[in-house]
């Protein structure tokens, strides 16, 4: 039985909560499992690092980020071995280069390549809890990257892959997926499972759980996730293939409220206008949702599109980088619209889903702005300041009619 | 032309002196000359980290102390490089596995044992300042290691000597080697030039400029060693081979009050007694100075040493460690002694300098307790309390007899 564990920067704040999690380990070390635990950075270290770094530099080389920041989960790791050998387990960390974690040179985003588990193996044969420094990798030319958002669930999810680990667990500091979010919703529900998909819809929706591309990784090689509570013992939530796609079903609704709209006015009505804009959107490695253009008489056209709103200012310079491919007058943006989401397993198959969404919203004369689809999920944007009654209502609907299950 | 310059960890310590270190370096670089630049970490850290891990685990092993001191100087030269880049200078950050610092596996004081210069000259190579994290090697485990007291400095040096750089730098917070420390002896005089052989001398008496061991690799590479003040414009102190060891001249008067007495009480005087103390302290990497014994009629004697008083503990412990292959009643330590040593390139051929040392000793009153000598030094150990005084009557008098030269 082999279990890669996760543990986030909150989970390991300080030292106090770190000799917490230290005892779980142990609790997971003496069930007979063999173990291998991911860490982040404490806290709000890697957030700290990175306005040293703006302070000194804003536009300076990724690479050196990169060298900065991956100290944050060295200095975790080195702590949490530290503990465990105090508390008498063998216990041996290792940084994402000496983990093998092979990644490409797209430093402050980078992407796993591939895991040389030699170390890892050894390690563990050993009887020794390897710890392992999440968000981190090393690049053929012997350099450090990180991985970018989320990049410690990436880690444990492409360790857990690579040793065909039994589980993946992230440890966190909610109790599970939740049907929404419960600070918004009181009444959401925590699911016992959750199929991949849907929580890769709930995850691009503005879900904070996880993050999209570790969920995305573990569809692709079968790793059984769980979602748990750092500090408390509870069962959460498992992440698996999904068994069917009969039947409605909702697994959740998500405000978002952190996006931006940027709207280009005045472009020359051309062949090729959305593929150079979608393109640039593509380099700047920028997500962007809910495109729709406006025409004007004159053979120009507005095309506005939806960011997530920390990507506002790169997504405008993606634009403005690429004027003279694109003739427009002006770009502008603005942060007054919410996104709010129902990921449902049936969702495509039944007009039910959706218009029982515009129905609540109508009933509370929230009006509603655009409409995206996908096979699994519903979205609308509203203004930002509903946002959050949108959701609760939604979910108070969807939960009276019997689609939301534990 | 091609220069090696360390800063240590007080001309790094904020962001402020950092770009005053920045301007230095950028400096030497528009001289023309190539450049590899050893930082420390920044101000305290290292003291921090290191108080951290004892906090956790006071037994912790080495291997993970490694792991979370190095981060310390990763994070001085991401800033470092960052800072440069903004100044319009190409600069990249190497940890010391990527610089090639190849090291024993002697955890917290790891040897170096070979450097692989690949990577520097390709960095050097493509005009680089190339920003090398001080202190810290890698074993042939790919495990972290680092060097110990005064590692930046070795790391320094011995980068000097594999890329055979025609200068090794030291910047620090005084402006050159002193014939005393000018904050007890206010006429000490700065040397302009001194030799390896007395500069070790000086670092093993508590000099605290240089650690002796990165003078003795200078010495051992013929490596043009200064040390000069980081902030200030000075020309500093050359070490170098000494041209004739004929004539005399002082190159310094050393005060050092970190010392401890350990005392073996009642030792059984058989065969091999002393070879088990020094093989017990040996074994544990502990210089000892001013050995001497008591013989009692009862077939015992008592051994006592110096030993410097932040290895106290840890000698007392490799001598009761021992206890089963040595017979003695007790151990016992003070820290009431201090050493006053005169280092001069004359000292064994001219009997004056002992001489006149002990002459000016007795003027002031102050008993000696014992006498060590050296072919270039002569010390002695007298009470703690007159440490200072007698260093500065010492040197007044050397100073005003014409052996102390600039």
């Known amino acids: 039985m082999l279990i890669v564990q996760k543990y986030g920067g909150s989970s390991v704040a300080n030292l106090e909560l770190m000799e917490n999690i230290a005892k779980r380990i142990i609790k997971t070390k003496e069930s007979g499992a063999s173990l291998v635990v991911v860490l982040s950075a404490q806290g709000k270290t890697t957030d700290n690092l990175t306005e040293i770094a703006n302070q000194v530099n804003p ?3 990724k690479r050196e980020r990169d060298m900065l920041l991956s100290t944050g989960e060295q200095h975790s790791i080195a702590l949490m071995a530290l503990i465990l050998q105090r508390l008498g387990y063998p216990a041996i960390s290792l940084t994402g280069w000496q983990a093998g974690i092979a990644t490409s040179a797209d430093h402050q985003s980078a992407r796993i390549q591939d895991i040389d588990t030699g170390r890892l193996e050894k390690e563990l044969s050993k009887g020794n809890i390897v710890i392992v ?62 199929s991949y998909s849907e929580m890769m819809e709930l995850a691009s929706m503005g879900a904070k759980v996880l993050e999209k591309r570790s969920v995305g990784l573990a569809k692709k090689y079968q790793v059984p996730l769980w979602v748990k509570h750092s500090h408390k013992e509870l069962a959460g939530t498992l992440i698996k293939e999904g068994d069917e796609m009969e039947g409605i079903s909702i697994s ?155």
Chains 1, 2 share one sequence.
């Open 133 to 194: 420094a999440g968000f981190q990798g090393i690049t053929c030319y012997g350099d450090i990257t990180t991985l970018g958002r989320g990049g410690s669930d990436t880690t444990a999810v492409a360790l857990a892959a690579a040793l065909k680990a039994d589980a993946c667990q992230i440890y966190t500091d909610v109790d599970g997926v939740y049907s929404a979010d419960p600070r918004i919703v009181p009444d959401a529900v925590k699911l016992s499972e959750i």
């Open 59 to 61: 536009e300076g080389d």
């Open 252 to 406: 959740g609704v998500v405000a978002n409220t952190n996006i931006a709209r940027i709207s280009v006015s005045g472009i020359q009505d051309m062949p090729g206008v959305w593929f150079k804009i979608f393109n640039a959107m593509n380099d700047a490695n920028i997500a962007i949702d809910f495109v729709y253009q406006t025409k004007h008489g004159n053979g120009t056209k507005d095309i506005s599109f939806i960011v997530e709103s920390d990507r506002m200012a790169d997504a405008k310079k993606a634009i403005s980088d690429n004027a003279h491919k694109l003739s427009y007058t002006q770009i502008t943006s603005d942060t007054d619209t919410a996104k709010v989401s129902v990921v449902s397993k049936g969702a495509s198959a039944n007009p039910g889903i959706p218009s029982l969404m515009f129905e609540v919203l109508f009933d509370a004369g929230i009006n509603i702005d655009s409409v995206s689809t996908s096979e699994i999920r519903v979205s609308v944007l509203i203004n930002k300041d509903h946002a959050n009654h949108a959701a609760g209502i939604i979910h108070k609907k969807f939960l009276d009619e019997g689609y939301i299950k534990e």
